[in-house]
């Protein structure tokens, strides 16, 4: 169980805690290299790239799940809206949650 503030307890069964604090701090993560690499100059299509090589887990780890779950989806704004879309869905992301885990 999680309390509003941000306090696990309980059993940790099945790694719900490391579940949580994967799933506030990947997509974050995830956005803050896309909007590193704009910032530096590279080319859209390299950023692309990069999302497109990240969509895939490669391994059963959560944070490379969410990792991919999160480039899927910026590539299919990509696909829909361009790089202006992309860009600010990736600025979207990268607010930092509303709420800090701990145990």
Do not use: C
């Amino acid at each position: 169980m999680v309390f509003a503030s941000g306090q696990f307890v309980g059993p940790n069964s099945g790694k719900a805690f490391e579940e949580f604090v994967a799933e506030t701090t990947v997509p974050a993560h995830v956005a803050s290299a896309v909007l590193a690499m704009k910032e530096v100059g590279e080319s859209t299509g390299t950023v692309v790239a990069w999302l497109e090589s990240n969509s895939k887990p490669r391994s059963g780890d959560r944070n490379a799940q969410i990792t991919a779950r999160v480039a899927k989806a910026l590539l299919a704004d990509y696909k829909r809206g361009g790089e202006a879309l992309l860009y600010e869905k990736a600025q979207g992301y990268e607010k930092p949650p509303g709420i800090r885990l701990y145990r």
